[in-house]
Structure formats: C-alpha cells, structure tokens
C-alpha cells in the first residue's frame, strides 16, 4: 500500500524540496555566525593635509621657515618604490646554514643578491638593510594596503586577495598625487584596481598566472630605464613578480629561484647607477615564502621580508649593525611621508623609523636626537587624532587602554614642549621622550591588533544556535521518515509559508523605517520562520507521540566517535594534527565494523527474504561473506589508508614534518629520468583507473548496454584518459620545449584541458538523457511457458502489482485463444529478457563519478592521480564491507546505518589531506586556476575561483555525490553474480536436469518494490549525512566563538571553520546532485518499464 497519497513523482520532489530547505537552514546559520565573526574594522575616509597639521601646536623643529615644508621639510624629492613580491628576509641576508666544522649548505637562492652587501660594505652611510615584519595575513592585496596606507588589514580581506577595490582610505599615492606629485607605476596590475587613476602614467601586466615567471618582469624592464632616463616622474613604482611565481610553481630551492635573484640583482645594480642625489631608493618585499613557495599564514618565513634603503648622498650618521633592524613593514609609511615631505597618512599607526631623520652633516648627537623627537613626535600627534576620530566612530577599541595611551602621549608631548623651549641640552630628557612616544605607538599597534578582531556575539549566537537546530532536525526526521504513517510534505509546506511570509513583512518594515536591508539577517529571519512551526506541527502531530529515547536511535560507538570529533575541534593541536588523526580514526571505525560484524553474526550469510518468481522454484547461492572475505576487505581498506596517508602536506605548525615530495608538480622535478618514471606511473594510474570502472561495469554487463552513455564510457573516457596523459606531458616538459614548438605547445596545452572537462561535461548530459543501462533481448528457445518480466519477487501483493502483470497474462490468454502461438511454435516461444536492471542505479553513479574525477584531476599535480586510484579502490572496499553489515528487507523500511554514513563522511575528510590540502590559506593550489587558462582569466573572477574550490574541494564533492551507493550496494551485493534456473524434464524417476537460461537476482530492483520506502531511504540519508557534517561544521563555530581570543584564532580556527564551511556547502550541493540522480534513473527505469509492457501488447 502506497503510504504518500501523492503520485511517485511528487513524492521524489518532496524529498529533494526538504533536502534544500534543510541545507537552507544550515547556509543561513553559517551566513548569520561568519557575518558576525569575520567583521573588517571600521574604515574611515579622512585624509592628512598640509593646511591641518595633526593636533594643536607648532610645526615641529627643522621645518619653520623651509619653503615648501608641509609637515616636515623633505629630505628627498624623488623616489623609486621597487617591490619585488615575495622578497624573503634569507634571500637579501644570507645567514649561515651550518655550524662550527660542518660544510656549508648550498642553496639555490643564497648570495644572489650580492649587490646589496657590496654596497653596504662599501657605501655603510648611504644604505641599509632591514628585517621588514609582515603583519598577516601575508596576501599580496593586504600587503600592498598596509604599505600605503599604514593601517593593519583584517582577516576578512584575505577572501578578496584576487578582486580587490580601490582604497578609500588615506594613502601615499593620493597623498602625491595631491601635492601634484608625478606617480608612474608598472607591474602588477593589482594597483589598477586598488589606485584607479592614481597614477600619471601606468604599465599594467596580468599577476594572476603564478605558472609565468618572466611577462611581469621584461615588461618593466623594458619601460624601466627609459622611464628614468626620461626624468618625468617624481615616484616610481616597480612590482616585480617573477620571485614570487617562481616560488609558487618550483619552491625556492628550485635553480629558477637562483635566475629571478640574479635577475633582480642586475635590476637593482642598473638603478643605483642611474640615481641622483635628490632620489631614494627603496627596495622591499611584500611578504616571504615558506619552504613550499606558498604565502598567506604568519609563519617566521612569510612575515620576513627584506626592506633596503639607499641614496647617492649620505643618509645614515653611523655604520649598519652586524644584524640588520627588525623593523614593523607599516613602519615605512609614515617614514617615506615625512622624507618626502608629505601628510603622513590619516589612518596610519606605524611608527616612523628614527635613523633616517638623523642629521648627518651635524656631528652634534643632541642635534640628531632632537630631529629624531620632531619626526617622532609628528607621528605620535598624528595616530592620537586618528584614535580621537575613530573611538567617535567606533567603539571596538579597548577604553581603559586607550585612556592609558592617551595619558602617555599627553605627558611626552607636555615634555617634548618643553624641550622645545630650551633645546640645548638636557640629553637625557631627550631620550626620555624619545622612549616615552615609541611606547606610546607600540601601545597603539598592539591595541589594535588585539582590538580589530571585532565580533558581533549576537549574530555568532544566533548562527550557532541556528546551526544547531538544523543538526537536531536532521537527527529527527532521519529517524521519523522511516516509520509508517508519517509524511513530512504537509509539515513543511505552512511553515515555508510562515517563514517567507514573515521574511517579506521583515523587509517592508526596514524599508519603511529606512535602515539598511541585511541579506544576511532577512536569510535568518527565513529559516527560523520556517524551522520553528516546522518543529512544533511535526512535534505536535507525530514526534510527541514516540518516546524520546526511540527518536535518538544513534549506537553508542558511533556517538562517541561524533563526540570525539566535536571535542577535536576545540583544540588548537588536534586541527593542526587533523591530517594524521583522521586515519587513526577512519582506521579504528573500520576495525570496530569488522569486530561488530562479527559479534552480529553478520558474516555468515543474510537471510534474504527470497520467494518463488511465477512457478519457477528459488535457489539460495553459495554465502555471500565469509569471515575472511570481511578481514581481506579491512586489510585491503587499511592497506589503501596508509597509502594516501604518503601524500601529506605538513601544516606550519610541524617544522620538525616534512611534506611529502611527490605533492609537487612533475615540472618542477629537475632529474629528467626520475620524471619519465614518474610519468609512467601517472599514467599507469590512469589506466588502472579507467580499467577498475570498465571492469566493474562489465562484471555486472552494464558495459554491454547500447545505451548512448554506456558508449561514452567505452570509447569517450579513453579519449579523456588520453588527453589527460598528453597534457601531462606537455604541462611537466613544457620548459624543455624546442623554441619552434613553443606555441605548439601553449595552444595543445589551453586545449587539452578543455577538451576533456567538454567530453566529460557530454557523458554527464548523455547520462541524465538515458540513464538506464540495461540490455533488452528478444530470444527463441525450447518450447516452455512465456516469461512474464516483473519488477517485483513472488506472486502480485498489492493492486499495483495487479495493475502491472494483468495484461501481460490477459495478452497472453489472447495470443493462446487465437492461435497466434501455432505461428511461432516453430521457432520457439518469444522471451523477453532484460539483463542487469539489478544495477541500473549504482551503473550510473559510478559512470557520474568517474566523469566528474577525470575533469578534478586535471586540476591537480600529475601524481595526485594515484591518490585517486586509491580513492577508488577504498571506496569500493568500504562499501562492501558496509554492505556486509547492513540487511536487506523487503518490502522495507530501507535505511542506511550510522555506521556507514559516518565513515564514508570520515573518509572524505581522509581523501581531502591526501590530496595534499590543509585547512589554511598558504596550502591553497592556486595553480588549477590555470589550467586550460594558462593567459589568465582578464577581468573574470569567478571562473578562476571555481576552478581553485573545485580543485580545494574535490574529495567533498565526489564523496557527496556518492552517497546514495551507501544505500545501493548492499542490494548490488545480494549476489556476486547471475543464478541458474534450473527445470525438471520427465519424471522424478529420471532425475534428469538441465540448465536453462540465466536469471539475475533481483538486486537494486527490491528497491522498487516499495517507492515509499525507497524515497524515505534517500531522504534518510541524505539527513543522516548533513548530519555528520553539521555537527562538524557547528563545532568549528562553536571553537572559534568560544576562542575568539585564544592566540591560535587566526591562524588555525578561523581558517579552519572557513575551509569546513565551504566544504559543507560544496557536500551538500553534491548530495543533493547524487539523489536528484538516483531519483533520474529511477524515473528512467519506470518510464522503461512502461515502454516495454506497451511493446510487448503491441
């Protein structure tokens, strides 16, 4: 009896309708918690000007009477900016890699940058080198805000590293352009977007292709000396890239590194021959590199730049220290502003560096220290009328200490007064105020560090809250959709209804009052409209009825591996050392399946529920598991664990870890033997692949259909396998290339690529327009009764079964009482044979996932194709040892158990670090952007952006898209292969037996016997598996909101909730696309069904 009164396909649309509203509400609770956790500070938009000095007094010493003189008179009145991206501190300052008798370390990036010493030794007055600190995170847009405007960038910004905006805050390059000041710039056109028409004459060349060392670079060399020569311009600006892409496509042991340093130190020598007396020279990096080439996080080496200063004429009073300065990389805002003679910055809290404000031609220390209080004291004015303008604007800065630092700046600028007064002198009081106003704008950059992390614990409540409540849903209702009678399509149409309805009422009335619509707020506002009647109508009318215990149905071992992994989450330690525990974890759930299968008795063969098919007698096969068919699975599964467990990356935290090398593309390999083996054995991997699905399909003569999809999968994925190899091959020897065959080349390289995701992108499209993969045969044989083909085991039970067999049989009657069966007795009665409709559904899951692989592993280094052989092959062993512990009953309830859900969930989260991700900014392969786009994307944004999550995220995806075999492959594992009818001919005397035809088990098509039940299943699932990834993703807010002040925030839980809430996004879109799949082919099936009850008719 059909429970839902709706027809089978309003009943496939219900469930995929409650599948989106219950991740709705999940997408509004991380929306609502990360609004409310990932704020920007406040920005504001005043600027410095020469008219408005920055507080009550005087122009501070040295600048009365100057003409020209702003702030302070200038000391210079050009300067040539050169940023070379990703100039690490090493790079600039070799320091010794080996101890007292050990041999030296040679590396490819040491002393290439020699000019820069050999000046410091020669010229020690005119130039210096400094250990420029980066404040994180280390992006390249958030570099170049802070070095212009002075200000700290905020952990939100990062997100916008590649589709940055102009800068609305006070800035140097305003600033000149201001004083009427000519800026050229040239370089990365990063600048475009940040200073749009900023600069009198600009050079812009695209940054976004990591993979293209040299375009960047000649392109300013060539405009660079003419440019000087030509002498209109008054700042020049020079953002070289090709360090920083060398370092993000070899790593900076590479020899390339060693060819771009090189490089830059011609640049640099080139430019202090052409300088004049009137002209600085300030060479800098932005941020540094780890050991990987990558940047982002805040480790030691991405924060340590190289800073360096020079001027033909002298600048310093003393010799440069044995160890260069640690200087805050903000700290050259407002010093180049006072040495230009320009308002430093409104918004800037750096802390001008002293040692250029020395006097050089006076031999007097008072009188170098009394210029160092000016430049000082100047800057301390103008960061407490920016606290002054801000704490009125905003009120996330710490008042006590605010009052503290005011009261600092108050009694060292009543000092500094004074001496003014009587400048003669008093040394000591000198240095006193001196220390006095560095303490009081150290003070100020701590404060705002700590204080810039502003949180809105409303909004991170209520998105926690709601998160929780989507978890508690999900658990429920994967719990009531199994039992008879309840039908969750009324509960949820009024509550839709209630929350849209109070949604648009919402709107109206912050419209009509005229505070600012938030998408944000109105999204949650939805959600809990709607969940709220939701839990009270299903609660009210079903749930009160069951006891409590009954609808919390989750086994003890299963609960508490979701406990442990809740609590993981609150650790610092346990989400740096994720990557290694989850094996352990994925491992101890495997052995605790093989241990449970064996205390159920599971391993012995299933009781199916098995009745006669129309008069032919059942025959039971030999034992589908055996003790140790479930050991050799786990062994096998364990075995393939620690084999992607090879493929690591070390987080950060580890220096001790080191990552494994084969993470890394073939191209950066510098043996070209090692690399044609590594080559082969890609490739190899490829084959094994491809060969493991055709295989399957073929033992379960799915592969024999001539559907068009099962012809795409026997002759378009060696074509993908093929492309795939070729652009392997040119992407890893691409370098190597002969110059004539160089565009033959790039053009094979944008093509291929693009080639396979079009064949891939056509076999997805041919299977939803023929899913079903099953051979129809009409055969002639020894005179028997006429096969009648059901979807359904034993005699007709309900009235649709009736429906379906009666007028086959009442045909049959007819044909008998015509005569029509004399005409073909010659050649035998006609039978109707279907073969493999028992995998019709998981045929076409493995032909989806095998499609969507070939194109995410384009997106990957070459030798991550082996880490998807073993994705694979674990699945498929995961899966039938699952489907040894779970039973099959018919008519239903099908369910899926915990189990089950919670490893395959698990093992996404293995596959995602053996791919070689980390949950952190730094590890994100920003190469994928670039394949089959290796020009770049021009002013697109999105594509790149897909490309990158899709590489990010691919194990999310592919694991979520393959949920539904959960429920399948326990009905595909009822018989490991076709069974034999056998007939008895004569009498029982005989005893004689012959074969006749084979006939398939049933199989996936049990699920067809109850459609209730089998939309129940998937709805189950599908809540069962949100479930598992809600919980971890409500743990993630709930670790960063509790430790919002820990000192790890940043660098390990605020990334991480970041990665794990898109990868929950990314899984559930996935889910939702396997069982709107699942519902594709079950669609197919009845129509296919009813074409052949018609033909036959016919």
Known sequence: MNIFPATSRMQKISVLLFLAWVCFLFYAGIALFTSGFLLTRLELTNHSSCQEPPGPGSLPWGSQGKPGACWMASRFSRL????????RFDFAHPQRSHGPGEPPVSLPFLGKLDSLQRILEIQPHHARLYQSKADPPTTTMQRLKALTTGSLPTFIDAGSNFASYAIVEDNLIKQLASAGRRVVFMGDDTWKDLFPGAFSQAFFFPSFNVRDLHTVD????????????????????AHFLGVDHCGHKYGPHHPEMAKKLSQMD???????????NDTLLVVIGDHGMTMTGDHGGDSELEISAALFLYSPKALFSGAPPEEPEIVPQISLVPTLALLLGLPIPFGNIGEVMTELFSEVEDSQPHSSALAQASALHLNARQVSRFLHAYSAASQDLQITELHRLQNLFSNASADYQRLLQSPQGAEAALQTVITELQQFLRGVR????????????????????????????????????????????????IPMACGLVGTILCAGLLTTTGLKLDPVVLGAMAAVGSLLPFLWKAWAGWGSKRPLAALLPIPGPVLLFLLIRFAAFFSDSFVVAEARATPFLLGSLILLLIAQL??????????????PRLCFPASTGPPQHSGTYALGLGVGLLLCIRLAGLFHRCPEETPACRSSPWLSPLASMVGGRAKNLWYGACVGALVALLAVVRLWLRRYSNLKSPEPSVLFVRWGLPLMVLGTAAYWALASGADEAPPRLRALVAGASVVLPRAVAALAASGLMLLLWRPVTVLVKATTGAPRTRTVLTPFSGPPTSQAD???????????MQEEFRGRLERTRSRGPLTVAAYQLGSVYSAAMVTALTLLAFPLLLLHAERISLVFLLLFLQSFLLLHLLAAGIPITTPGPFTVPWQAVSAWALMATQTFYSMGHQPVFPAIHWHAAFVGFPEGHGSSTWLPALLVGANTFASHLLFAVGCPLLLLWPFLCESQGPRKRWQSLGNEAEARVRPEEEEEPLMEMRLRDAPHHFNAALLQLGLKYLFVLGIQILACALAASILRRHLMVWKVFAPKFIFEAVGFIVSSVGLFLGIALVMRVDGAVSSWFRQLVLAQQR
């Not at 011609?266 to 202090?272: K, M, R, T, W, Y």
Request: hydrophobic share 50%; net charge neutral.
């Open 80 to 87: 040539v900016l050169v940023l070379i991206d990703a100039l």
């Open 218 to 237: 000649n392109g300013i060399l060539e405009h660079l000396y003419p440019t000087m020569d030509s002498g209109k311009w008054d700042m020049l600006i």
């Open 266 to 276: 011609q640049v640099i020598q080139g430019l202090v021959e052409r300088l004049e």
């Open 446 to 493: 701590a404060m705002c560090i700590q204080s810039w992390a502003r949180f809105s614990l409303g909004r991170m409540a209520g998105g926690a809250a709601l998160m929780a409540a989507a978890c508690f849903l999900c658990l429920l209702v994967s719990q009531w959709a199994t039992y008879p009678g309840f039908c969750f399509r009324p509960f949820l149409l």
């Open 598 to 611: 064996h205390w159920e008795g599971k391993l012995l063969p299933p009781k199916l529920l098995t009745m």
């Open 802 to 812: 009736l429906d379906y067999v009666v007028p086959q049989i009442y045909r049959h």
